[in-house]
């Protein structure tokens, strides 16, 4: 079985390194050079944990995620992967804060409630307010997510992978399982996959409305030199709040610290919307001197824009296309966790070992066992 595959990201490797473990042949083609820095998955870091709201599909899926990740670590025969433990914070009644709790204690995993005493006595690196309520996670951990797929980018071809980079594919014809690229050449195979991230719109225009760019912004920062030890051993910090959403990764793994905002932008093109302004950095900044105790003693480092492709619920969207075809997508800012487990699931189909109709049910968080109809 030959597969082509559309995008070199994390989902595309992914699958290319699923079906190369399963005796298949792929071809990835990338329209940049891999790793592509433009594209969703080449950052510093990008963090794999349990807290996941109200999502009990998608927090039991990450158990499954972190076995993917250790046959890909097998494979390549490194880890590239950093534990650091999670911190949840946010104002008391905060919906994302306690809905995680409440989804890791109905399966019995254990969470950390800390006092405000506690949490000031832990955290001292933290600004607090009176009003805050968090939770300890021993589990999840940190990504190095450019060298994972610098990593796959050289192992691939060693396990027979041929990566085309700097080929854009112009059309796919998802029934006869054939990629035209910008240079007119035609690829053929049994089956393929568009791994486009937030440029799949523009080669699978029935998607455009279903999934949206989401110019999101970042940036490092480098912390007082008496702390840098003490942020080393921080966990990561998640303050999901609807109305500011920060995340913050420790500088761990030879990575620097850095903090972004998750709430969505839905605005942007991937190709041209790159440079962040300064009113931009600003307000990443005023968010961070909320959360981290004497602020101004903290140098900022560069600042970024990235890509999420949402889809309206933040489900993934794995879905076939055509007769010979699937797509992968929807992956928001939270996808890159599942790369390795959402790459076996597509060659696992494709190779008849796993059900092509449960698989979207169960890549968009809901029980594939349960009758048709969102779940919570
Ligand atoms: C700032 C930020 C922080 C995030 N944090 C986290 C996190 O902490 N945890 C987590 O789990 N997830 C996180 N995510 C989400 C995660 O990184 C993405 O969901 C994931 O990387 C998506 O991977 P992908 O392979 O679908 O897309 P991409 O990595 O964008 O790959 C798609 C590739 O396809 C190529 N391509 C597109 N069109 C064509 C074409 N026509 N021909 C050839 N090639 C083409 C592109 O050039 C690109 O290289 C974050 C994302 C961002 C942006």
New binding site residues.
Partial sequence: MRAIV???????LSTAWALSRRGCSAVV????Q?P?P??????Q????RYSYGAQASYTAMVADAYAAWDRLWADLGRSLYVDTGTLCIGAEGHGWLNDSAATLERRGDAVEWLSQTDLARRFPLLRLDPRDRAFLLPSGGV?L?TGIVEALARYLPVAGVAIRAG????SVDPERATVTLDNGEILSGDHVVV??????G??LPELAGRVTPSR?V?TYLYPPPDQALAWSRMPMVLDIDPAFGF?LVPPVGGTLMKV?DHSFSLTGDPDRDRQVADAETASLLEGCARRLAGFDRYRPGEAKS????VEAEERFVVEPIGAAGWV??G?????????ALMGEAVAETLTGDRSPTALPRWAAGHDPQAPEGPTA
């Avoid at 559309?6 to 595309?12: D, K, N, R």
């Fill in positions: 559309v995008g070199a990201g994390i989902m595309g083609v990338e329209q940049h891999v592509n433009l594209g969703s998955s080449v950052d870091h990008r963090l794999i990504l997510a080929s854009a594919a112009v791994a486009a991230g937030p440029w799949v523009r080669l999101q970042l995340y972004g990235c890509f999420y492709t992968m997508t992956f928001s800012g939270h996808g890159f966790k599942f790369g």
